[in-house]
């Protein structure tokens, strides 16, 4: 009996040796003739399923695989900083300008564009319908502050849709850290990610600001609704950025750029632009490549191919 | 109410229909899982037994800092491994972020430390007239370990039983150092079935968390059944 448990249990650990051992092929650079690149982008972009949309024509194109990780901006921000991917993904122009500037970026792309919305109770108790989203945001606030029954639950996460916030608080003439943080009851931070803090929108019946690919998402499971959709300031530019060889000479390079291109080729262009209508009854994107004057970026960034 | 019931019907329609995504995460899930548990339990058994027959200076603090590490968070021991394996760290060179095997070191790592502390009271539970009656028989260093391990044999089991279940139900640790990837290729992808749960929650999917959670569960159970048949053998 004894012998046969010693004899069960070696078995079993040379089959998990072996099975590990296929798993740890992983850490050599190609199982098989395939090259991966490492994608790190921000939630935003990634639960709208675009690139999983998109992975397999680039995958067939290329004999490629990717290895898309996502996570707020912030963190998609760090990955890049510390070269464990070869493109980064994200929509702060703000954060991108410094990543570049500070050398860890290079070949900027800009591929997509759409925008963030102010989504609220049906009731509207602040009455912001329709609104600018600056005027919306200081109606919001002085309502709050005044005590009336209205909320705003913010990411608070430093993620992109957090930077935009605070830019659209900017915008409307108040200092973050000491008119909006901790300020009231009013103004409450999440510290989480964009269904979680849509969902906690939803019980407080508050308001928040939130990209519509996941509000679109959640639009049957909660009772809030769009209510100011247009805006300059809620403009959600999307780029793709190569992690600078100088620093991180191991990258894939080579893929990067095929990516980059990939994205802000006519053809792929057009997926972008037509994604999400069968779904959603509207696009989720909108195609970055004739908009550049709209979206305020060089024409570069949206037309010239990487060399 | 309504939700759970939804995400019951989810799962059996999974389970039934074979789902390929959900096949594949929950096979990574349990071979991540065991490995980890495998590994732990090499290391941490024997570690437990010498720890405790030891006597040594420091042995008390030692079991202390042991049990005090069960309260470990799972996200400080992924972020701990991620900054080991990250390309500017220490380890960056084995190119071992974002992989499976990745995934495995951090929760054995993470189960270390309860298996440890419950093989020493597995052993410390263990009638002392044994361990006289063994030393009275002229049994070695070895034989000392080896039998009073068989003695402990349930609780043994129970700590690996409770490894594997921390192993298998934390999400923290998995999202760092793994990257929650679904790549086309098996042996690339990082997703289990815990960080799988998150994501779909995160994007509003309730019933096919739900679902996920109770393939889990299912997954848990077996595993267990498994092990409480060994124990009463």
Known sequence: MQQRTIFAVTAILVAFMLICGCTGTTSDQTPGEKQQLRIATTTSLYDTKLLDHLTPIFEEKYNAELIIVSGG???????????DVDVLMVHDRAREDAFLADGYGTNRRVFAYNYFIIIGPESDPAGIKGMDPEQAFTTIREKGMAGENVVFVSRGDASGTHSKEQAIWKAAGFNYSTDIQGSGSWYQEAGTGMGATIAMANEKQAYALSDIGTFLAYKGDVDLVALVDEGDALLNVYCAMQINPEKYPDTNTALAKDWINFLISDEIQQEIASFGVEEYGQPLFYAAQNDWEKIGVPQAEVKDPVL | MYEIIEGFLEALRLIITLDPDVMAISLRSIIVSFTATIFASLIAVPLGGVIYFGSFPGKKSLINLIQTLYSLPTV??????????SRVGPFGFLRLLFTPTAMIIAQTVLILPIMIGLTISALSGVDPIIRDTLRSLGATRFQLLANTMKEAKFAILAAVALGFGRA????????????NIMASSFSSSTRVLTTAISLETSMGNISQSIALGIVLLAIALVVNFVITTVQHR
Do not use: H, M, N
């Open chain 1, 73 to 83: 901006t912030g963190k998609a921000i760090e990955y890049g900083q510390r070269g």
């Open chain 2, 168 to 179: 298998i139900s934390e999400v923290g640790a998995a999202i760092l150092v793994g990257g």
């Open chain 2, 76 to 85: 400080i021991v992924g972020l701990l491994i991620f900054l080991l394996l």
